[in-house]
């Protein structure tokens, strides 16, 4: 501290502010009634999540039978990996001011539906379909929305099949319908939206290197449908 900020803050002034902030903190913001405040009105959030994550079970198990009933008939697991996750608070926020929605339960509810998510990575694009129809076809999920960037890509470049579902879960003492978003993606295209996801939050590019890596991945996204095709077409001769 300089001379001019002794000035300002008298010697041991800046302890005393310091032990004074600790007390406050102590005495208000850990306090027995706050404490009480903050779980009163953290545990229907909580709840809630738990929820989408009991969602997330019954989704990840209908893919799991489904893998496992068509390895019988493809002879080769048309699935290779589950990813899943439920949305961090802060990123659900951020979502909710985003998109206007009012901060309660049922809003979130009503207008996110990307807070359960659940990624299928399948070997080839034609696995993708297959996979997609014959859950799509189970008379307890009901399809709420569907984009298909795969057949239509991002200009990105992006690639993969979204699903916005309701699958029933079943709780102690009621069922309760829950949304969630499914993405669908070849190996090589999961590879790919990796890479650009990082791109997307790297900020302290120059803007000209950004939009030269944006192009080199937009031509990075054509050659990897390109190779999807190749891929699958060997597959198909090898069956044969």
Request: glycine share 2%; charged share 35%.
């Amino acid at each position: 501290m300089n001379e001019e900020e002794n000035m300002l803050f008298p010697v041991g002034m800046e302890n005393s502010l310091s032990t004074y902030r600790e007390d406050f903190v102590r005495e208000n913001l850990m306090s027995d009634s706050f404490l009480d405040f903050v779980e009163e009105n953290t545990k229907p959030i909580d709840q809630l999540f738990a929820y989408y994550q009991c969602a997330i079970m019954e989704v990840e198990t209908k893919f799991r039978v489904l893998d496992e009933s068509l390895s019988v008939e493809l002879e080769r697991n048309p699935i290779e990996s589950i990813k899943s996750r439920v949305k961090s608070v802060d990123s659900l926020l951020r979502k909710m001011r985003k998109k206007n929605v009012a901060l309660n339960l049922a809003a979130i509810e009503e207008n996110i539906n990307d807070v359960a998510g659940v990624r299928v990575i399948c070997s080839f694009p034609d696995d993708i379909y297959e996979i997609a129809s014959a859950f799509l076809a189970q008379d307890d999920i009901t399809l709420i929305a569907r984009k298909d960037y795969i057949k239509d890509p991002k200009p990105s470049g992006y690639r993969s099949l979204h699903l916005i579902v309701e699958v029933p879960i079943f709780l102690k003492d009621e069922k309760r319908n829950m949304k969630v978003e499914v993405q669908f993606r070849t190996i090589a295209m999961d590879f790919w939206a990796s890479l650009e996801h990082k791109l997307h939050y790297k900020h302290d590019l120059p803007p000209e290197r950004a939009k030269a890596l944006a192009d080199e991945l937009r031509d990075c996204a054509e050659r990897i449908e390109e190779l999807d095709l190749r891929m699958q077409a060997v597959r198909n001769e090898c069956h044969e």
